[in-house]
């Protein structure tokens, strides 16, 4: 059997009738909360102009929820480097860390964090997508401000590289640096990006032997029934991405369960569960156990795109408490 710490990514979402300054009020319950029950960690996302997801920088959620508790880990998850200076992102987060030591992780993605290319390229000043070797000069740039005299005010923040292709593993390997993998986006490219990344893995200051996060979607609630219920409204927003339509609002749970899927959509979103984590207590806590022993994770991040902050948090509550309950001796 296999124990491992429970970390929790942080989306944001803004449900369906209420203003994003809601969700923005509801990340300290949630992060009150999770400290209480025991997770480890919990990041942040960076996304832009969306009508589903609040944006609200990284940074900005770390320094409120870190005022606001005292144990948890809390970190980006992540800030995405095309949209910022190497300089600035070391300075941010070396603050972060000097203020609350021991306690902030810097996860460094790539994504565009919005499917409006109007946006991405306003958030770029208007420059091209970032290439390859663009993107690892400012992953290095950013270790190496971290570690200059004039930024550094005390312990670290923890860098972690996102990943959710061979690529990203392979620059992670090559930077000695711990993945995070985004299992809860592409899960048919976990296994070789994880191969790929033991497999090319250098040591360095920042992680002597390669280290492993998977971040699964997880829904969970005491019936499989309420467990769907929950998880509806993702799967409406899933199957508008896969049709390549803008992002709309998150739906209710109500709306969700109106809306109709064809049959290639239902058989995509069966797939992508089938890989993921949702149902009562004991179906997730055995998927997020085969999930761990099947890529050898070092540790496990549950996102949870609820609707509703209460149903969030009760599914938290109830995957921790049955995890625990079913922990080896």
């Given at each position: 059997?296999?124990?491992?710490?429970?970390?929790?990514?942080?989306?944001?979402?803004?449900?369906?009738?209420?203003?994003?300054?809601?969700?923005?009020?509801?990340?300290?319950?949630?992060?009150?909360?999770?400290?209480?029950?025991?997770?480890?960690?919990?990041?942040?996302?960076?996304?832009h102009h969306?009508?589903?997801?609040?944006?609200?920088?990284?940074?900005?959620?770390?320094a409120?929820?870190?005022?606001?508790?005292?144990?948890v880990?809390?970190?980006?998850?992540?800030?995405?480097?095309?949209?910022?200076?190497?300089?600035?992102?070391?300075?941010?987060?070396?603050?972060?860390?000097?203020l609350?030591?021991d306690?902030?992780d810097?996860?460094?993605?790539?994504?565009p964090?919005?499917f409006d290319?109007?946006i991405?390229?306003?958030?770029?000043?208007g420059?091209?997508?970032?290439?390859d070797?663009?993107?690892?000069?400012?992953?290095?740039?950013?270790?190496?401000?971290?570690?200059?005299?004039?930024?550094?005010?005390?312990?670290?923040?923890?860098p972690?590289?996102l990943?959710?292709?061979?690529?990203?593993?392979t620059?992670?390997?090559?930077?000695?640096?711990?993945?995070?993998?985004?299992?809860?986006?592409?899960?048919?490219?976990?296994?070789?990006?994880?191969?790929?990344?033991?497999a090319?893995?250098?040591?360095?200051?920042?992680?002597?032997?390669?280290?492993?996060?998977?971040?699964?979607?997880?829904?969970?609630?005491?019936?499989?029934?309420?467990a769907a219920?929950?998880?509806?409204?993702?799967?409406?927003?899933?199957?508008?991405l896969?049709?390549?339509?803008?992002e709309?609002?998150?739906?209710?749970p109500?709306?969700?369960?109106?809306?109709?899927?064809?049959p290639?959509e239902?058989?995509?979103?069966a797939?992508?569960?089938?890989?993921?984590?949702?149902?009562?207590?004991?179906t997730?806590?055995?998927?997020?156990?085969?999930?761990?022993?099947?890529?050898g994770?070092?540790?496990?991040?549950?996102?949870?795109?609820?609707?509703?902050?209460?149903?969030?948090?009760?599914?938290?509550?109830l995957v921790?408490?049955?995890?625990?309950?079913?922990?080896?001796?």
């Amino acid at each position: 059997m296999v124990d491992m710490p429970l970390s929790a990514l942080e989306v944001a979402v803004v449900q369906a009738g209420a203003a994003a300054v809601e969700t923005l009020r509801d990340t300290v319950d949630f992060a009150q909360h999770l400290e209480h029950l025991g997770y480890r960690r919990i990041w942040y996302a960076e996304h832009h102009h969306s009508p589903a997801i609040g944006a609200f920088p990284p940074v900005v959620l770390i320094a409120h929820a870190a005022a606001s508790t005292r144990t948890v880990r809390l970190g980006s998850g992540g800030v995405l480097a095309p949209h910022h200076a190497p300089l600035l992102l070391a300075e941010q987060f070396a603050t972060l860390a000097a203020l609350h030591p021991d306690r902030v992780d810097l996860g460094i993605g790539r994504g565009p964090g919005t499917f409006d290319e109007a946006i991405a390229r306003a958030l770029r000043r208007g420059a091209d997508p970032t290439t390859d070797a663009e993107y690892r000069n400012d992953i290095s740039a950013t270790l190496a401000h971290l570690m200059d005299d004039q930024v550094a005010l005390g312990p670290l923040p923890e860098p972690w590289l996102l990943a959710s292709s061979t690529a990203g593993a392979t620059l992670a390997a090559e930077l000695g640096l711990p993945v995070a993998v985004a299992h809860h986006i592409r899960p048919d490219n976990t296994g070789p990006l994880l191969e790929r990344y033991r497999a090319a893995f250098t040591p360095s200051r920042w992680c002597e032997q390669p280290r492993v996060l998977v971040c699964v979607e997880t829904v969970c609630a005491e019936t499989e029934e309420e467990a769907a219920w929950r998880a509806g409204p993702m799967d409406v927003v899933k199957a508008g991405l896969l049709k390549g339509a803008s992002e709309k609002p998150f739906p209710t749970p109500a709306q969700a369960a109106a809306h109709h899927f064809t049959p290639q959509e239902e058989e995509t979103l069966a797939a992508f569960r089938a890989q993921q984590a949702r149902g009562t207590p004991g179906t997730v806590v055995r998927r997020l156990r085969e999930l761990a022993v099947s890529t050898g994770a070092d540790e496990l991040m549950l996102t949870a795109p609820v609707h509703d902050l209460r149903d969030r948090l009760n599914s938290f509550e109830l995957v921790k408490r049955h995890y625990e309950a079913t922990a080896a001796p």
